[in-house]
């Protein structure tokens, strides 16, 4: 499989070195958040598909990583799952508002990805509506993350200068063209531990979404 690689050349889409990329690992383990490294897109997809059973329930907020993976559609469209969001998308937020509200915040899996990684294992997911932070943060049982290795970085203030300088930037660009709108910088979500078990990420050597 074969996966485009979507944010353009600069400081921050190099890939880091093998090194790096195990340091960080190292500590995203030793604060609690399991990680597997794949080395290519074809294995991201087996790792990530293997932590669930048919029929979990599962949901997501807007991930180009998972689109570009092919992730998206297989939860959404192979029949294996219980998905959350084309659930969602079927109610009618002006008399249904609520049960959006709950079914959308307590999965039993949530699963996406985030922008940014310190090689001390903290991670950085920032977000317009907010949506997808709370099941991050305790509202879902379980949360898989996928995570281009050129998120990496060295601290957090490594990370606020990449989602200000490269995430944005190139959200705005992708919202401008296919809806006629701009991203937001709105709330921010910094996760130092987490209880083991709960949270595992997928590591991808490659350069995935932004």
């Known amino acids: 499989m074969t996966v485009e690689v979507l944010a353009p050349a600069s400081k921050f889409s190099l890939l880091p070195s093998d090194e790096?990329?195990?340091?960080t690992a190292q500590a995203l383990e030793a604060n609690g958040?399991?990680?597997?490294?794949?080395?290519?897109?074809?294995?991201?997809r087996?790792?990530?598909?293997?932590?669930?059973?048919?029929?979990?329930?599962?949901?997501?907020?807007?991930?180009?990583?998972l689109d570009a993976l092919g992730?998206?559609?297989?939860?959404?469209?192979?029949?294996?799952?219980?998905?959350?969001?084309?659930?969602?998308?079927?109610?009618?937020?002006?008399?249904?508002?609520?049960?959006?509200?709950?079914?959308g915040a307590s999965p039993d899996f949530m699963?996406?990805?985030?922008?940014?990684?310190?090689?001390?294992?903290?991670?950085?997911?920032?977000?317009?509506?907010?949506?997808?932070?709370?099941?991050?943060?305790?509202?879902?049982?379980?949360v898989v993350w996928v995570v281009g290795?050129?998120?990496?970085?060295?601290?957090?203030?490594?990370?606020m200068r990449r989602v200000e300088e490269h995430v944005v930037p190139l959200e705005n660009e992708r919202l401008q063209k296919a809806y006629g709108m701009n991203s937001s910088l709105n709330k921010m979500l910094v996760i130092n531990k987490e209880r083991p078990g709960r949270i595992t990420m997928i590591l991808v050597k490659d350069n995935l979404g932004f």
């Open 149 to 159: 290795v050129q998120k990496i970085v060295k601290d957090l203030d490594e990370g």
């Open 46 to 65: 087996k790792l990530f598909f293997e932590l669930f059973p048919d029929g979990a329930q599962i949901h997501q907020g807007s991930s180009i990583t």
């Open 20 to 23: 790096q990329i195990e340091q």
């Open 111 to 142: 699963v996406g990805s985030v922008q940014a990684v310190t090689e001390d294992g903290r991670v950085l997911a920032v977000s317009a509506s907010g949506s997808q932070l709370g099941p991050y943060v305790s509202g879902a049982g379980n």
């Open 33 to 44: 958040i399991h990680t597997l490294i794949a080395e290519d897109a074809d294995e991201a």
């Open 71 to 103: 992730i998206t559609s297989e939860i959404e469209k192979s029949g294996r799952f219980d998905a959350i969001r084309p659930v969602l998308r079927s109610m009618d937020r002006a008399t249904q508002g609520d049960q959006i509200r709950r079914l």
